[in-house]
């Protein structure tokens, strides 16, 4: 047994990176007793209780964190989207910040969680003070640049993009700011050519992809037809029943109540699409529960069958293509009516996906619900609609790419909509 608290605590993280939500806790409660406080110990413990919805003390574990470090950015943000998820209420999530010192690391937290919440404006000004403090920031500037391509102000957004690029000329993510910036501006022929030149630079980049692919779109170049608009890259399958059901819809009812069991959230969590509905924090992946892992091992055929009818090719999707995946990460989002997805792509996968777990009434009249291709998620001059629309169905598996640009419609009735997506990679 050790008697160190550093190696209990080095254990309580990788405990709680692999799932191991139970052992990282007991883990950290050895760290402390051998005199562990660090910071970084709380922060393991809070976040392994939430992810056993251990929910109140989870809150005490990151206050803890924060008492022995005041201006501990990461636990300030857990902490905020806990208290968003659980209440919905902006004040509530904001209250800890409130009283926080007024760094820069704490500056983009409070814009995060403002911007989260839906008051974009306030975040606007609390990233203007805190570069009226250090203007060549580029974490600030690029955050000042999303918040002003979400206010509409597209010159103050490429101003931010190229400060930001002027102070770190090899940043990927400035350059993507300053393409969305141009594409905002409709000085479309700029945006193409930066565009090209960071996807040039970072071909596996999702986000870069996808902007490129807006500029030609805009551009009338017929490339974005074959990089978006290829039927093959976007498949739709129904997975087959999983042993131990008697039909589909049998196993589906059964899935919907063990994801309901994840979905103890009145709202969405931050820095993620999903508006008025929920998200779960765990990697259903990982999750051992039978019907959970039933899901998984039936998307098995469609993915692979889907990967095979891609064939070869030179394509950001066909080049990557060795027969194999991994699944990088899955979750599950239950949108309340009214809700829907903004539309966004996914920068570090390969393939996304969306699963049909149950469905509103609503889907039966379009587009209410489905599932949306190509409209971009930053403004554009001309604005651009999406090109495709996918009806979703309970029990069906959509896979596409992951710079495609995808979103919901919003949709309305008394019931909500329960999926699950995941991100692959190639192996």
């Known amino acids: 047994m050790t008697t160190s608290a550093i190696a209990e605590h080095n254990l309580a993280a990788r405990l709680g990176d692999a799932g191991d939500f139970a052992g990282a806790i007991a883990a950290c409660a050895r760290a402390i007793a051998l005199g562990g406080t660090a910071p970084e110990t709380y922060l393991v413990q809070a976040r392994a209780l939430q992810g056993l919805h251990q929910l109140d003390e989870a809150e005490a574990a990151y206050a803890q964190a924060i008492a022995r470090r005041a201006d501990y ?47 974009v404006a306030r975040a606007a000004q609390v990233l203007d003070r805190a570069l009226d403090r250090a203007p060549d920031a580029v974490a600030l500037r690029l955050a000042a640049a999303g ?41 479309i022929g700029e945006a193409a050519a930066l565009a090209e030149r960071v996807v040039a630079a970072a071909p596996n980049d999702q986000a870069a992809i996808a902007l490129m692919a807006t500029a030609w779109r805009l551009a009338g170049d ?17 997975i087959a029943t999983p042993a131990g059901w008697r039909d589909l819809p049998a196993y589906l009812a059964d899935l ?48 692979r069958a889907h990967i095979a009818a891609l064939g070869a090719g030179g394509d950001p999707v066909r080049r990557r293509a060795r027969g194999g995946y991994r699944i990088a990460g899955a979750w599950s989002v239950r949108l309340m009516p009214g809700g829907f997805h903004t539309d966004h792509v996914h920068p570090a996968g390969w393939l996304s996906s969306a699963f049909y777990v149950a469905l509103p009434d609503a889907v039966a009249t379009p587009p209410q619900g489905w599932l949306a291709f190509g409209r971009p998620g930053g ?4 604005a651009l609609a999406p090109f495709r629309h996918v009806r979703p169905e309970p029990g069906m598996l959509a896979l596409f790419p992951s710079y495609l640009w995808h979103g919901t419609e919003p949709f309305t009735g008394d019931a909500p909509r329960l ?5 692959l990679v190639p192996a």
């Open 147 to 187: 918040v002003a391509g979400q206010l509409g102000r597209a010159s103050a957004q490429l101003d931010h993009a190229t400060a930001a690029l002027r102070a770190a000329p090899a940043s990927i993510d400035a350059a993507r700011a300053a393409v969305e910036a141009l594409l905002h501006l409709g000085r």
């Open 256 to 303: 919907a109540t063990a994801l309901d069991t994840l979905h103890g959230w009145r709202t969405h969590p931050l820095e993620q699409s999903i508006r008025h509905g929920s998200q779960t924090q765990v990697d259903l992946s990982t999750v051992e529960t039978p019907v959970i892992a039933a899901l998984f091992a039936a998307f098995d055929a469609p993915i």
């Open 222 to 238: 017929a490339r974005h037809a074959a990089l978006c608009e290829d039927p093959a890259l976007v498949r739709t399958a129904t």
């Open 73 to 119: 950015a990461v636990a300030h943000r857990d902490l905020a989207q806990l208290r968003w998820m659980r209440s919905g209420d902006a004040r509530h999530a904001m209250a800890m910040l409130d009283r926080a010192p007024d760094t820069a690391d704490l500056a983009l937290v409070r814009a995060t969680v403002l911007t989260g919440v839906g008051e």
């Open 419 to 423: 999926t699950v997506a995941f991100d």
């Open 379 to 382: 403004p554009t001059v001309p």
